[in-house]
Structure formats: C-alpha cells, structure tokens
C-alpha cells in the first residue's frame, strides 16, 4: 500500500471510530513494505493528530460547504494534504499532486476536483489564512478548547510552555540495565556501531538517541541490556526505592517498563507482584520481563478491588501508576487529542480516588505508596493527594528531591519537554505506624 494511502487509513479511523494510533499503526504498516515508507505513515499519522485542530480550521475555512459524516476518509485526504503543505518540506506541486491522487484510491473520484480546489485555495492564500485561523488560541496551540481552558486555568503562567512541549516530536530516550553493563561502556559500542547519544540529566541510567533508531538495532537489545522508556517514567523506580527483602505491588503494570526497572534496581526482592485489570496487556509485561531475563508474579486483576486476587499479605512498596487523562504524554500519542473528552477527567479523578483508598489498606506501617500519573492536570494530581492526605491520618508525605521538575505543594511536577521528558507526576506517601 502506498504511504499517504496508508496514513489516510489510519487517520480516517481514528477520526470516525475513536480507535488509537497504537492499534490501528502495526497493522497497516505491515502493508507497506519499505522501511522509509513506513517511517513516512508514521510522520503523517502523527502529525496530522498532532495539530489537528489547525489543520481543520483551514479546511473549514476553503471548504464551502461541510463534508458529509460519511466522508471521513476524504476528511483525512484533505487534512494529510493540508500538513504537508504546512509542516513538511514536500514540494507543493508533489503535496497537490498526490494528494488529489488519493480520492480515487479510496473509491471517490469525484472528490478530485474538491480537493484540487481546497489545497491550491490555500496555497493561494496560506499567510492570510493561518493568520486569520491562529487568532483563536486554541487553533494556533492545536489543542482541544476544553483541554486548554484546563490548562491555562491550572498553569496560568505555564500553558504555553506545556502546548509547545505538547507539539514536539519526542526524543527516543534510553534505559540501561544496570545488572549487565555500564553506561560509559554502553555508549562506546553504540557509537561504534554508528549511532550516538547523550546521558539524560536527573536519571540513573537514561540516555537520548541523537537520531530514533530500530530498537533491535541497538546493542544489547535483544539481550536486555537496553530498553525504551522515557526519562520521566524511569525515575519510578528511583523514588520507589526498593530494599533487599520488600514485598512490592506494581499496581496497574502493563506494558511492564516501570516493572523491569523495580527489578533491575534490586534484585533481591522477596517477591514483586505485577497487576494489571488487562490480561492481554499482562502479556506485554510477561514478554518484557522474559527479553530482560526477570521474574515477577504476575497477576490479572482490579487494583481497586483487591479481594479478587490479593493474598492477605501486605506489601512494603507499591507503585499506583493511576490511569489518567495522559496530557503529559500528548507528543508520544497525539490522538489523545482526539480520543480524550472533557467528561472523561471526573470519571478518572474518582478512579484514582477508588484505586489510592483501596492500595492504602494493603500498605505495611511503615510503608511507602508512590502515586504517579503522566497527566498535567491539578484534579489528577497535587489535589488529589491532598484530598487523601487530608481524609487519612497515617499518611504522610515523604517530600521529593531533585534537579527534575518542579516542587508542588505536595509531589514534584514534571511539565512536557521539561528536561527532556515526558510530563508527570509523583508524589511519595509514607503510613504511619
């Protein structure tokens, strides 16, 4: 299949059936045989969610009529021509050109002309027209007007920076496994197979890729030397601070990253539990683990529900990396912006709410709860915490240190691109004994 039919595909879907770029991707790219092809559906994918909401209003602005609810897909033909004439460095003729290609391609010929008129429309006007559309800062920021009226009533100082970070492309960071080699040596035979990185500042082991790269490319890979995973997400571990000897809880496990690197850290653990409410998604931890040559039990089941699957014994360490709205990591999964509602931010308050009393009552007296999410939003975050803090009185907060982030009233923020990392946040809750 060719690419720009490819990423047409996928967009329209994710468009018309809420479906996530990371299930609908592999598939399709599985049709399109060159690697320079697939990297190429990858940057249309990703960029046309990216700044969706843009894209759309210049659309909207030389089309003269609306599309029909059917037209998804020529929905998707418009909006893939629109971004390459905006943010690629494709020759306009080959952006026109093979974009009013693309109606026939999915069994609407007649939309040729429509097109035609759309795209050279705005290359007639481009600099009048996204002027005109960038006067509502939600089109110029390319984010949802509820998501950023959240943002500018909770970061009044900050939404710009957290849009910006938003809108970049992310970089492909690093882990290394500490059991089996070290970085300094690591990073020698990375260059020496033509690639290179940098060390990522405020991490144990993190390191940056200058250029993204196949992940079995890399040394080591395929022998759990290295992993993926952001610098954000690494520091989970670091604040867990697991003991030889503790009973841990990864609560809400999957896909595993944080799991492996609990493991790496100390290997003498009497027992980590990893749960997941996904079965199919445990088996993505399972996989993980095996490439890195670790053990856990692993252990479908509700976090927030522990009678269906906990064993009476409490544990010394647990992780509730709580389900969120995930607008930290909008530049690794742009259809956030399209997948995420505003009524979805109220059901998962009270999710993590529910998640957080239930793991409390599994935490030894003495023990230590460490609450993140990869959300910027203050309702999921820094008042969450207080709230709990506020209704238990065995909980105190363990305050956190570092050159990462920022210091909230209770936790340590990370806001997207901050350090090079992905927007999060933790905060470190100790039980009384």
């Not at 943010?87 to 974009?99: F, G, I, K």
């Not at 363990?398 to 350090?419: D, K, Y």
Request: glycine residues 6%; neutral net charge.
């Amino acid at each position: 299949m060719k690419p720009r039919l490819a990423a047409v595909r996928v967009v329209s879907q994710v468009l018309a059936q809420g479906r996530s770029l990371s299930v609908l991707l592999p598939d399709i790219l599985e049709s399109v045989p060159q690697p320079k092809d697939r990297a190429f559906v990858q940057q249309l994918c990703f960029g046309v969610l990216r700044f969706l909401p843009r894209l759309e209003a210049c659309m909207v602005h030389h089309l003269n009529r609306p599309l029909k609810a059917k037209d998804q897909d020529l929905h998707a033909v418009l909006l893939l021509g629109l971004y390459q004439l905006i943010y690629l460095r494709v020759p306009d003729h080959a952006a026109v050109s093979e974009t009013v290609a693309l109606p026939r391609a999915i069994g609407k010929p007649w939309a040729r002309s429509l097109v035609n008129a759309v795209l050279r429309g705005f290359l007639r006007s481009k600099e009048a027209t996204l002027a005109q559309v960038d006067s509502d800062d939600a089109v110029a920021s390319a984010h949802p007007r509820w998501l950023l009226d959240m943002l500018c009533s909770d970061w009044p100082e900050q939404w710009q920076v957290i849009v910006r970070g938003n809108n970049q492309q992310p970089p492909m960071t690093l882990r290394l496994n500490r059991r089996l080699v070290e970085r300094e040596a690591w990073l020698q035979r990375l260059r020496s197979a033509g690639m290179d990185a940098v060390e990522l500042p405020g991490t144990e082991t993190g390191l940056v890729l200058t250029q993204p790269v196949d992940v079995t490319s890399l040394p080591g890979f395929l022998v759990g030397e290295v992993s993926v995973q952001d610098g954000a997400a690494q520091l989970a571990a670091v604040l867990l601070d697991a003991q030889p000897g503790d009973r841990v809880l990864d609560a809400c496990a999957a896909p595993g990253g944080k799991t492996a690197h609990i493991l790496e850290r100390q290997p003498d653990l009497a027992e980590l539990v990893a749960i997941d409410i996904d079965e199919e998604r445990l088996q993505r931890v399972k996989q993980n683990l095996s490439r890195l040559g670790l053990n856990a039990r692993l252990q479908p089941g509700n976090a927030a529900e522990p009678s269906q699957w906990w064993n009476g014994k409490q544990f010394d360490r647990i992780l509730l990396d709580a389900p969120c709205s995930a607008t930290g990591v909008i530049r690794r999964h742009p259809d956030i912006k399209v997948l995420r509602r505003a009524d979805d931010i109220p059901m998962l308050v009270a999710k993590q709410q529910q998640l957080l009393e239930s793991l409390w009552s599994l935490l030894k007296p003495g023990g230590i709860l460490l609450y993140a999410t990869c959300a910027v939003l203050k309702q999921e975050n820094v008042q969450q915490v207080t709230d709990f803090i506020g209704k238990h009185r065995d909980a105190r907060e363990i305050p956190l240190a570092g050159s990462w982030g920022r210091e909230m009233s209770v936790g340590r923020q990370i806001l997207p691109g901050e350090n090079q990392m992905d927007g999060f946040y933790y905060a470190c809750l100790q039980k009384g004994c």
